[in-house]
């Protein structure tokens, strides 16, 4: 029966990750609802508690273990391992760790594809929808807010008031507007994938430590953080 289970899962995930990383990452049957609820070095990933990728064999008193349940318990939809986040809610995966320095749209592009971190494939930047999806405590520019610019309305056009987002360094994560695990670099813009329609050379972007949703363009230096489809 546990072999069935696994095998279903990894059928079922085929296109996403593939069945080596659906054994590596699937715990049998323990549910949760955020990393407390899982054993040392496991995260809570879509409410099942799963391997957080790191070395099985480290000692149960390592120090690792402090890096594995980093959830904050306000944010029982969003919970980090070492190197990566689970938004449960949304069944995305988020690079935890920034990497050094800014980037061009396009370089920002091409280091998500070449990304390869705890057994996933396929990394790339967030679509805007996805990046509105990790702001908390700004009503303007979360999910369902007024702010106009969505995956469906990407022309200059669809940005209107409420796009300009929150008082700045007022978020509920230490200033930010985005879930605490993610930690304090939130004052400067984030690349979208999302390209702006009615000028293709720029791009939309998202400020956490405002929540502000803008265009920029695309030879611009920003930050960046990937995603990962689960």
Request: contains cysteine; negative net charge; charged residues 20%.
């Amino acid at each position: 029966m546990r072999i069935a289970l696994i095998l279903a899962s990894c059928l079922a995930a085929l296109g996403h990750i593939g069945c080596g990383q659906i054994w590596e990452y699937e715990n049998l049957g323990q549910s949760c609802r955020s990393n407390s609820d899982c054993d040392a070095r496991q995260v809570c990933v879509k409410r099942v508690c799963r391997s957080s990728g790191a070395d099985a064999d480290t000692d149960a008193d390592s120090d690792t273990d402090s890096d594995l349940d980093t959830d904050s318990d306000t944010d029982t939809d969003f919970s980090c391992g070492s190197e990566v986040c689970f938004d449960h809610e949304h069944d995305l995966a988020w690079q935890l760790n920034l990497p050094a320095g800014t980037y061009t749209w396009d370089d920002a592009s091409a280091y998500c594809s070449a990304l390869s971190m705890v057994g996933y494939p396929d990394w790339r930047l967030p679509a805007i929808n996805e990046q509105r999806a990790l702001i908390r405590g700004c009503a303007p520019t979360e999910p369902g807010g007024p702010c106009g610019v969505t995956d469906g309305c990407v022309t200059a056009s669809c940005r209107n008031v409420p796009c300009d987002g929150c008082t700045s360094d007022e978020g509920p994560a230490a200033g930010c507007y985005w879930p605490a695990q993610l930690g304090p670099t939130c004052a400067r813009p984030f690349w979208s994938s999302t390209t702006v329609a009615s000028a293709t050379g720029e791009a939309w972007y998202t400020v956490f430590n405002s929540g502000v949703i803008n265009r920029g363009s695309k030879g611009a230096s920003l930050l960046l953080r990937c995603v990962h489809d689960l």
